[in-house]
């Protein structure tokens, strides 16, 4: 490297370093002073703040570490008392360690609390969903809905027979792995008769065929459901192993967060590629659900006779919650 790439090299790093320490200084001044006056009356009834947050970053260099999340809260609740603020990055965050405050939090100030953050998350994957909806309207909509026609009584009767079909799906699924793994040969091994099986995959798809079977009657189908062919798995199959995917893929996203998630300014920023996978992952399902909705507009065409009118569709005929 010559002297004159030497210069420019050092000359770019100080300018990008006093652009920071500029940004640091109006941040600290921000909160410092201009925010001062607002917050005086309140400071005698505010929780907490726990000590050392930097500028901009807050106390994310306290929080990211090898230890767990929870375990440093807790360190923290037993400093600072039952609630505390600490900040991720730019946003005050409120900590609650107490079973009394999280049930005032949960009854009385349920409404005031029942916000999402707009996170990555919200804004690429889990938008317009009924567990991840900030409280309103159409929140208030989508839970008439399912408490109607998923979680009644009624329907909890008429759609009791699921969980039974799948848990029998489940015994036969775990029998055929027994069965696979005896060989003659072992007969006289101490482990004979035994096979080892991941019970959290197993469970893990037993509760994702139930819930599947319940909204949309599409049972995702073990790996040896029908026996492994000669040919490959079939349609149903590769379907199924596709959404099982999808949906493993979209639960490990929507609880991942993002560099601009606590510090905005770096919205524009995909350094990890996950905001890129979210919006695919995003695609995946509302193409799945889409498919799902054309087959019960097709079948409701078959079931409703040319004679009679759309609205006499019978609900209580309905084999599961999008139908």
């Keep these: ?107 009385t100030n349920d409404k005031f609390l029942a916000g999402r953050p707009s996170g990555a998350a919200n804004k690429n994957l889990t938008f317009g969903l ?33 969980p039974y079909l799948e848990i029998g799906n489940f015994m036969k699924h775990l029998h055929r792995c027994w069965m696979k793994s005896q060989n003659p040969i072992k007969q006289n091994d101490a482990a004979a008769g035994s096979v080892k099986v991941d019970m959290s995959q197993v469970f893990g798809e037993l509760t994702l065929n139930v819930v599947l079977n319940l909204v ?44 601009s998630d606590d510090l905005p300014f770096l919205g524009w920023l995909d350094m990890d590629g996950k905001k890129k996978r979210m919006k695919k992952v995003a695609n995946d399902m509302d193409l799945i659900v889409a498919k799902w909705l054309e087959e019960r507009r097709h079948q409701r065409r078959q079931m409703i006779p040319s004679s009679s009118a759309a609205g006499e569709y019978n609900h209580e005929n309905a084999k599961d919650f999008m139908q």
């Excluded at 409280?135 to 009584?153: K, V």
């Excluded at 009624?154 to 759609?159: D, G, H, I």
């Design 1 to 107: 490297m010559d002297l004159k790439m030497f210069i420019d090299y050092n000359f770019s790093f100080a300018r990008i370093a006093g652009l920071l320490a500029l940004l640091s200084f109006f941040y600290y001044l921000w909160i410092s002073i201009l925010r001062l006056p607002r917050n005086t009356k309140l400071s005698s009834v505010s929780p907490p703040e726990v000590a050392g947050a930097w500028p901009i970053l807050g106390h994310l260099p306290q929080l990211l570490t090898s230890r767990p999340l929870f375990k440093i809260l807790s360190d923290m609740s037993d400093i600072y008392g039952p609630i505390f603020v600490v900040r991720f990055g730019m946003h005050p965050t409120v900590v609650v360690s107490s079973w009394e405050m999280a049930k005032e939090c949960f009854t």
């Design 130 to 162: 009924f567990g991840f909806s900030t409280y309103g309207p159409y929140w208030r909509e989508l839970r008439r809905i399912s408490t109607i026609h998923l979680l009644s009584h009624r329907r909890v009767e008429l759609f009791k027979h699921v």
């Design 216 to 259: 949309a009657g599409k049972p995702i189908f073990f790996k040896d459901n029908n026996h492994e062919s000669k040919d490959g798995p079939n349609k149903e199959e590769e379907e199924g192993q596709k959404l099982h995917k999808t949906i493993i893929e979209f639960f490990e996203l929507a609880g991942t967060s993002v560099a």
